[in-house]
């Protein structure tokens, strides 16, 4: 059974961290590219960063480079997102995704298996 379980995730300050895990097992996890996705209230879910199999390359949106970092440890089948200078806008329940590696590794669409998410929430 695939599972993919979130952790990390409350209640922090503007300017403040966070460092979200993702726990993944049930499938090979060097074949996969896990992603990070968002989703804030009333607002579609969008990609906040992924990473390759074998962590050979990765993916940041456009507003999360400079403060976010993806990194993967093969080891433990985990995937960290660390988060720095949060902003009230990062404020969404964070979602881990994985999906067979492929060229667009933060394609949402095909994302196949998902966490239950974690709430990240940024106060100004």
């Known amino acids: 059974e695939v599972q993919l379980v979130e952790s990390g995730g409350g209640l922090v300050q503007a300017g403040g961290s966070l460092r979200l895990s993702c726990a993944a097992s049930?499938?090979?996890?060097?074949?996969?590219?896990i992603g990070w996705f968002r989703q804030a209230p009333g607002k579609e879910r969008e990609g906040v960063s992924c990473?390759?199999?074998?962590?050979?390359?990765?993916y940041y949106a456009d507003s999360m480079k400079g403060r976010f970092t993806i990194s993967s440890d093969s080891a433990s089948n985990t995937v960290y997102l660390q988060m720095n200078s949060l902003k009230p806008e990062d404020t969404a329940v964070y979602y881990c995704?994985?999906?067979?590696?492929?060229?667009?590794?933060?394609?949402?669409?095909?994302?196949?298996?998902w966490g239950q998410g974690t709430q990240v929430t940024v106060s100004s």
């Open positions: 049930g499938f090979t996890f060097d074949d996969h590219a």
């Open positions: 990473i390759s199999s074998r962590g050979r390359s990765t």
């Open positions: 995704a994985a999906k067979l590696d492929s060229d667009h590794i933060c394609t949402l669409y095909e994302y196949a298996y």
